[in-house]
């Protein structure tokens, strides 16, 4: 198993993170599934291939319930890259879970399966569904009419693809846990190329998502951080984690470089940014330019545009 699934994993699989990736996605930020009520299950399942039973491993599963009485069985799959057997995948593990219910007469709970996309360069370009994973020369030897006739008869599976990186600030809005975090940074990091968090969230599992953090973008800063932060001692808010990681990139001398990499039009975003930090949280701009960590030069060529933005 790589990292990045590990960590993936060790983060997703705390039932209070699991439920808030339920909620906020599939309940649109209501909170039906407590964590509480929710149950570990076996992310181990078989199948046959080539003439000998083969295994598969879901990443995470759990059967929501209320009281001794299932309700339903969610799965999580996360995708660094777009793949295009998912919807083979997804259909597989689905109903590796269906079967077994089927063989333990444990009850008929229907089983969904999100699959997180983590990328933020391109976005998922690959089959959402079982008929568009069909090769599209398949049916080319018939007719029109006849290939709509069968087409009729043919099942499809959808599946569940989360591009993270693309969801709106409303969708964002949604997560309470810790995950909220990782969406916002992969949002802000295709949009901005770096991340200033929106508002102070405390962290519950701080040695998971900076360990989820370092597998997904490489930095080892993260890891030195969890040390910094313990040795600090009391809460751990995503402020905190940022402030260590600026202090990390002066120390390292990356401030420069991430300068050098700003994209073209990013003046025109990082206005947009500040405006909308100081609206929401009531801040000056000298105290929002000064959370950013932004340079003498640009706190002051920022300045004027901010105050016509503000005044517009």
């Known amino acids: 198993m790589g990292e990045k699934d590990q960590a993936e994993k060790q983060l997703e699989a705390y039932n209070d993170v699991f439920a808030d ?23 181990n399942s078989a199948y046959m291939g ?9 990443d995470v599963v759990k059967l929501w319930k209320d009281g001794l009485i299932g309700i339903a069985l969610f799965g999580i799959e996360n995708q660094t890259s777009p793949d295009p057997d998912m919807p083979v995948r997804v259909m597989g593990y689905d109903y590796a879970s269906y079967r077994h219910e089927v063989e333990h007469g444990e009850g008929r709970h229907p089983v969904l399966t999100l699959v997180l996309y983590m990328g933020y360069k391109t976005r998922w370009n ?3 569904s079982l008929k568009e994973w069909f090769d ?3 049916l ?17 599976y959808p599946i569940h693809v989360v591009e993270v990186a693309w969801l709106s600030k409303e969708q ?22 770096d991340y200033l968090p929106d508002q102070p969230t405390v962290v519950n599992h701080a040695h998971a998502l900076l360990n989820l953090m370092r597998a997904l973008t490489g930095d080892r800063r993260f890891v030195e951080i969890k040390c910094a932060l313990d040795a600090e001692g009391g809460p751990i808010t995503v402020d905190t984690i940022i402030d260590q990681f ?3 990139g002066k120390q390292e001398g990356l401030e420069e470089g991430r300068k050098e990499g700003r994209e073209e039009g990013r003046e025109e975003n990082r206005v947009e940014t500040i405006v909308e930090i100081m609206k929401k949280n009531h801040f000056t701009y000298d105290h929002t330019v000064e959370l950013m960590n932004l340079s003498e030069s640009d706190k002051e060529r920022y300045r004027s545009a901010v105050e016509k933005a503000l005044e517009s």
């Open 21 to 43: 990736i339920v909620n906020a996605i599939v309940f649109q930020g209501n909170q039906c599934v407590k964590p509480e009520d929710l149950q570990e299950l076996d992310t």
């Open 50 to 58: 080539d003439g000998a039973l083969r295994g598969q491993v879901r």
């Open 126 to 128: 690959r089959p959402k």
């Open 136 to 138: 599209p020369n398949a």
């Open 140 to 156: 080319s030897g018939l007719n029109p009419e006849d290939r709509s006739r069968l087409e009729k008869y043919i099942s499809d």
């Open 172 to 193: 964002l809005s949604h997560f309470r846990s810790e995950f909220r975090i990782v969406a916002e940074w992969f949002c802000q990091l295709r949009k901005y190329g």
């Open 246 to 248: 600026i202090k990390k």
